[in-house]
């Protein structure tokens, strides 16, 4: 029988949650690494068994961890991470220079064929990439050094490079996203790169229309339709049809469009999700209801989503990296918020429970439909 | 032989307990000693300093017989009661939240 894995970092620790293909019973297994600051664990698509994690703390730095059987166990591998050449400078919040430092890493993307190849989004927002399983990292410079990363600036959560998107159909085309200088293309594996954020308007930078400085909080895209990308812009949803060259606007009637994640059904490409926020000043739900909203037509049109989700006296938060989905029939929707609950839906969103509600700040969650459970 | 303490995160990170002992070959200063330490232990390398300029990392103090050598040169020498293994090197955690 299918089964499912779910990663989940916070700010203490991370923790495994494991079911068959109903999902109706959970196994909590943690905390992995206690204690320390889990941005993101992410499992290979080519070895569902090798994970990696991304491990760390104010006081002793980045961490890598690398399990080889499904998160049993872990390994320590390298944590150097050292930009190529020159740092030069991005801005600082009031615009001054302000000097490249490496703070951490938001997010470790595996290669979908080599479970020894990972991209790592790191802070301050560049690209690294281990092709022997964490034993090395080397940045990949041209996207810091393309030409625009002088007029980068960080967004309040600092200046990270938060989301990395493998094209399935052409391993060289990679989407990144960073906060807050925007979405970025590369078409050769990451030789070189340049900016697509034609069309996104952003009132916190002098120019709205600018080609890098927007505050770009998520993109997903689903497999089939890898030139069809949906964007969580710090305010607005997203949608670009030609890879990112140019995006419009399919807020529609969401209550709010600010927010962090968005995530697409796995079998249903024009099918959405967000967790809209009430505004940058004030991380919650409108109204202090928890609402998941569904488009079913690709952005404009959203019904919110609201069974089993608290609906009165909820100020928490979803961050960015905190939302997944399975690929079993029917999808399996889940996400953590900041209050320590995962909730997870098998019914593609129409009723959620938690599947864990007393944790640490949830940071990210990722999901693995597997064969079967080991 | 050099006695050296540990936070527990560290200790936990290079599976060790509280105390760790490690040779030092020459002058006994700070540098030597975190070199021995990264070399018998190379998990921690880059936790307790930085991996290229060697500065210690800004939450971490190193303490030894009852003083603040967080501050003073890497490559002075440490008090004769540490190079003994009478004192032990203290690596700390600053008391910065958590």
């Known amino acids: ?374 | 032989m050099i006695r050296v303490e540990l936070p527990p995160h560290l200790q936990t990170l290079a599976r060790v307990g509280r105390e760790v002992q490690i040779e030092v070959s020459g002058a006994v200063t700070q540098r030597a000693i975190l070199d021995a330490l990264e070399a018998s232990y190379p998990v921690l390398r880059g936790t307790i300093r930085d991996h290229v300029t060697h500065k210690r990392r800004p939450f971490l103090r190193f303490f030894a017989c009852e003083e603040d050598w967080s501050h003073e040169s890497p490559d002075a020498a440490l008090p004769p009661a540490v190079a003994s293994g009478v004192e032990p090197f203290l690596v700390v955690g600053a008391l910065a939240g958590g």
């Open chain 1, 1 to 374: 029988m299918s089964a499912v894995r779910v990663l989940v970092g916070t700010r203490k620790g991370a923790f495994i949650m494991t079911a068959d293909g109903k999902r109706d019973r959970w196994d909590v297994s943690g905390p992995h690494f206690g204690g320390w600051e889990m941005y993101h664990l992410k499992g290979s698509p080519a070895d569902p068994n090798r994970l990696y994690a991304s491990q760390g703390t104010g006081w002793f730095g980045q961490l890598i961890q690398r399990s080889n059987d499904g998160g049993k166990t872990w390994e320590p591998v390298n944590n150097k991470f050292v930009y190529d050449g020159d740092t030069h400078t991005h801005q600082w919040y009031d615009g001054t220079p302000h000097p490249w430092e490496f703070k951490r890493v938001w997010h470790l993307e595996p290669s979908l064929t080599d479970p020894d190849t990972v991209y790592a989004g790191v802070e301050d927002a560049a690209m690294f990439r281990t092709t022997d399983g964490g034993a090395s990292w080397h940045e990949l410079p041209g996207l810091r050094n393309h030409g625009s990363g002088s007029r980068w600036a960080p967004g309040a959560g600092g200046l990270c490079l938060h989301t990395i998107l493998i094209d399935p159909s052409n391993p060289e085309r990679i989407f990144i996203a960073i906060s807050a200088a925007g979405a970025f293309r590369t078409d050769d594996g990451g030789e070189t790169w340049k900016p697509i954020n034609q069309g996104l308007r952003s009132q916190h930078i002098p120019d709205p229309t600018a080609d890098v400085g927007h505050c770009v909080h998520r993109i997903a895209m689903h497999r089939s339709r890898p030139n069809t990308l949906f964007m969580q812009k710090h305010w607005d949803v997203m949608r670009s049809d030609d890879a990112g060259d140019s995006w419009r606007e399919v807020s529609g009637n969401l209550p709010t469009d600010f927010g962090f994640p968005i995530d697409v059904h796995a079998h249903e490409p024009e099918t959405i999700y967000v967790v809209p926020i009430k505004s940058d000043s004030e991380h919650y739900p409108p109204d202090g209801k928890l609402r998941v909203y569904r488009s079913r037509s690709g952005g404009n049109e959203w019904e919110a989503l609201t069974k089993g989700l608290p609906q009165s006296n909820c100020y928490v938060n979803v961050l960015r990296d905190a939302m997944a989905v399975d690929s079993l029939d029917s999808c399996g929707i889940y996400f953590g918020t900041t209050g320590g609950q995962v909730y997870a839906s098998t019914d593609a969103g129409d009723s959620w429970k938690p599947i864990a509600e007393h944790l640490p700040a949830v940071l990210s969650v990722e999901v693995q439909t597997l064969p079967s459970l080991a």
